[in-house]
């Protein structure tokens, strides 16, 4: 009997932390009024996002939407802008209005000093009217401004959860990273995080730097548990074009890279397992005991988000919107200088129309790519049809890997194997328009 061997994907192609693709949005003609866009929206489990597009330095393997530096007086002309932004945003929300999580992120936070925190913080709650002391409230820092001044200011705003990017314990692979730090630093940053009592701490890991081998893998591990964080998110890394590293690895054409990348998720998944965490998806690992992060009932599927200042995004059941979008450093200047001078934040300007068949692929894809996986009923309650009859091909696919298991035939979830691939399985549901408009899409 001879055997068929199917061919597997690349495991590394995309990370889908959300659809559609940010590179998929295109100038909206003509703007869409918010007050139009949320009039008939859910308004009572929304998630509140704001984005600091500021950083000391910026590591090699970065591609989000941040600058060096904030030089005179930029970031007070930011929070004025965003201040500008939030009264805008909440009056066209109208009222009742209740946000169910919220987060700081960038970028880097904690770019920002102490009262510029403060600032940020009654942005938040006293003008989008988010309750921090009352709900799941994360922040993004960094060791260099982890800085007891900063962290008190979050701790006494009521964050829960303080997330530290970490990236490796080893200095030589922090400089193979372009992120120049001493471990030193990094270990007193955990140390101020650990002082202020905030139930939660994550720690983010990268594997795949050059020079990283399974021991000094294991010797990041190993020192992230040592303060027994909450959370752990391991991260494979990736080589965008416009980053520190593009010009040093030919991402496509290196095999042997993904399967270094894939024994060190293997490697790194079985030791969290085996130290008491639970994985929840392909990079996150959370502590069997830990404490709730924050009375949670924001539900990334279905919920909607707000998103204030340059790099975030804003959905909507039928629209994700945001501001214009760049990797390289001059166009990210421009972008942030015009958010500065802005006026006017009625309007959306850039965005992806959500269809049914969007929202299914959506639907889909923020699910199975948790361990959970997706309940099949869930499915056909807001959509009135199955999955395995929405997306035949699709789900064949992986069944015939053997990524999927079903416990209880009414239970959609990746096996083990299916969870390693998951940036490779993401990219498998993008729908043929999505897929054209992100090949279209100019980086700049």
């Not at 964050?159 to 990273?177: M, P």
């Not at 069997?288 to 909607?304: E, F, R, S």
């Not at 850039?350 to 639907?363: M, W």
């Not at 889909?364 to 948790?370: V, W």
Request: glycine share 8%; proline share 6%; charged share 25%.
């Amino acid at each position: 009997m001879t055997h068929t061997r199917i061919a597997l994907p690349r495991p590394y192609q995309s990370y889908v932390y959300a659809y559609p693709h940010k590179t998929a949005y295109r100038p909206l003609s003509p703007r869409r009024p918010l007050r139009d866009l949320w009039a008939d929206e859910p308004r009572d489990a929304l998630s509140l996002y704001l984005h600091i597009p500021f950083c000391e330095i910026r590591c090699g393997f970065c591609n989000l939407f941040t600058r060096v530096g904030a030089p005179g007086d930029l970031t007070t002309r930011y929070l004025d802008a965003l201040t500008r932004q939030a009264g805008t945003v909440r009056d066209c929300l109208g009222d009742p209005v209740r946000f169910a999580t919220a987060a700081f992120g960038g970028g880097t936070p904690t770019y920002l000093d102490a009262g510029e925190l403060t600032r940020l913080c009654d942005i938040a709650e006293h003008i989008m009217g988010a309750d921090l002391r009352g709900i799941g409230f994360s922040v993004e820092t960094s060791p260099a401004t982890a800085t007891t001044d900063r962290l008190t200011v979050l701790a006494a705003r009521g964050a829960t959860r303080i997330s530290l990017g970490v990236q490796s314990f080893d200095d030589a692979e922090a400089r193979a990273a372009v992120r120049p730090q001493r471990r030193a630093d990094v270990e007193s940053a955990l140390s101020r995080i650990r002082d202020t009592g905030v139930a939660n701490l994550n720690i983010d890991l990268i594997y795949g730097i050059d020079g990283q081998t399974p021991h000094s893998w294991h010797t990041s591990l190993e020192a992230a548990l040592a303060w027994r964080p909450e959370e752990v998110y391991l991260y494979p890394l990736y080589v965008r074009p416009l980053t520190g590293l593009s010009g040093r690895r030919d991402e496509a054409a290196d095999p042997e890279w993904d399967e270094q990348r894939l024994r060190l998720y293997r490697q790194g998944r079985d030791h969290l397992l085996a130290a008491g965490y639970r994985q929840h998806s392909l990079r996150m690992f959370r502590r069997i005991d830990a404490p709730a992060a924050g009375p949670d009932d924001y539900a990334c599927q279905t919920d909607g988000m707000i998103g204030l200042g340059c790099g975030a995004r804003s959905y909507t059941r039928d629209l994700h919107y945001s501001f214009d979008y760049a990797v390289g450093v001059p166009e990210i200047r421009s972008i942030i200088d015009s958010y500065t001078a802005t006026r006017d934040f009625g309007d959306a300007l850039h965005g992806r129309v959500i269809d049914e068949d969007e929202a299914r692929r959506r639907f889909l894809l923020q699910s199975i790519l948790q361990a959970d996986g997706m309940v099949v009923a869930d499915y056909r309650a807001r959509f009135g049809t199955g999955p395995e009859s929405d997306f035949p091909v699709e789900l064949g696919l992986l069944a015939d890997r053997g990524w999927l298991t079903h416990p209880t035939g009414e239970l959609l979830r990746l096996s083990p194997e299916g969870l390693a691939y998951s940036d490779a399985i993401g990219p498998e549901f993008f729908s043929p328009a999505v897929r054209a408009a992100m090949a279209e899409y100019e980086l700049r």
